[in-house]
Nanobody
Framework: QVQLVESGGGLVQPGGSLRLSCAAV????????MGWYRRAPGKQRELVAQ???????NYADSVKGRFTISRDNAKNTVYLQMSTLKPEDTAAYYC????????WGQGTQVTVSS
C-alpha cells in the first residue's frame, strides 16, 4: 500500500513560481511512474506532467517550458516546479503514482491571481 501526500500549493501572483511536492509513504516508489493532474472549476481533469520510473518526462502543451517534473527516489518524493504561472494554471493539483495499480494524493490548491 502506498500513500501520497502533496504539499506546496498556495496563492501566487501571475508570473510567480511555486514548487509542489508529493511524498510517497511506501517501499515501491522507485518502481512507480509518477505524475501530476489538475482540475480547474468547470473543466475536465488535465494531465500536467509525468515522469517514469526511469526518469523520462512528458508534459502537457499548456505547461511546456514553464513546469518541470522531477523525482528524488532517495526521498520518495516527486516535485513539480511551476514557473511563469498564469491565472489559467489555477486548479487543484493531484499527484498520482502507478505500479500495478494507481495511487492518488488528496490534492493541493494552486491559485494564480493578483
Amino acid at each position: 500500500q502506498v500513500q501520497l501526500v502533496e504539499s506546496g500549493g498556495g496563492l501566487v501572483q501571475p508570473g510567480g513560481s511555486l514548487r509542489l511536492s508529493c511524498a510517497a509513504v511506501g517501499s515501491i516508489f522507485s518502481f512507480m511512474d509518477m505524475g501530476w493532474y489538475r482540475r480547474a472549476p468547470g473543466k475536465q481533469r488535465e494531465l500536467v506532467a509525468q515522469i517514469s520510473s526511469g526518469g523520462s518526462t512528458n508534459y502537457a502543451d499548456s505547461v511546456k517550458g514553464r513546469f518541470t517534473i522531477s523525482r528524488d527516489n532517495a526521498k520518495n518524493t516527486v516535485y513539480l516546479q511551476m514557473s511563469t504561472l498564469k491565472p489559467e494554471d489555477t486548479a487543484a493539483y493531484y499527484c498520482y503514482g502507478r505500479y500495478l495499480r494507481e495511487y492518488w494524493g488528496q490534492g493541493t490548491q494552486v491559485t494564480v491571481s493578483s
